[in-house]
């Protein structure tokens, strides 16, 4: 049972350059997000998709894209990246069905670097 | 008021000890309240989650009083594997039940 996988795991990116953070799950879950996490500070919500087809603006969106073709799938697209961009991103999903108490799991994160 | 606020330690406590950690938050009206624990250079996990009633799980006790917009995770005989950062996170309400917010998470060191 692999739950959310992510990849890959580490990047280093030159300023200016464009990658795809890749996020997959396979516990039917409706609900995904990618939050980044910078050090000593909290997880920001970047994007959020309530299922295939929809997706949302959270916190922090400038600079990502997203776009959830598939229940399974939410790829986060960095185009021309900045500095500012460093920092570890997480992707997790839920599935709402489950409540009010509904956990949020997590993949093990990407380490991205902008040069 | 930040949405979510957290004691910011760190904390370092012997083996053994009891140690408590608060967190608040803005919202009156969110949902649902959690304890994640993440290891260093890993993911969130879910400790524990926090209900109304409060709620006990082995040596971890979590209380809720939304009176004050305060929970609490209270650490009985710690251990060495419970180093960890401890992170609070409040489930909005309505048209935000989407939305999970974290605090910036307290650093919690057992030392033998």
């Known amino acids: 049972n692999a739950g959310v996988t992510q990849t890959p795991k580490f990047r280093i990116l030159k300023i200016g350059q464009s990658m795809t953070l890749q996020c997959t799950q396979d516990m039917n879950h409706n609900y995904m997000y990618w939050y980044r996490q910078d050090p000593g500070m909290g997880l920001k919500l970047i994007y959020y998709s309530v299922g295939a087809g929809i997706t949302d603006k959270g916190e922090v969106p400038n600079g990502y894209n997203v776009s959830r073709s598939t229940t399974e799938d939410f790829p986060l697209r960095l185009e021309l990246a900045a500095p500012s961009q460093t920092s570890v991103y997480f992707c997790a999903s839920r599935y709402l069905a489950h409540g009010d108490y509904a956990e949020a799991f997590f993949g093990q994160g990407t380490r991205l670097t902008v040069v | 008021r930040k949405e979510v606020e957290q004691d910011p330690g760190p904390f370092n406590v012997p083996e053994g000890a009891t140690v408590a950690f608060n967190c608040t938050y803005s919202?009156?009206?969110?949902?649902?309240f959690f304890w994640y624990r993440q290891d260093c250079r890993k993911e969130p996990k879910l400790l524990m989650s926090v209900y109304s009633s409060g709620n006990e799980d082995g040596r971890f006790t979590a209380q809720l009083n939304r009176a004050s917009q305060y929970i609490s995770l209270l650490i009985r005989d710690s251990k060495l594997s419970d180093s960890a950062t401890y992170l609070c996170v409040v489930r909005g309400s309505g048209g935000s039940n989407y939305k999970l917010t974290f605090g910036k998470g307290t650093l919690l060191t057992v030392n033998p």
């Open positions: 919202n009156s009206a969110s949902q649902s």
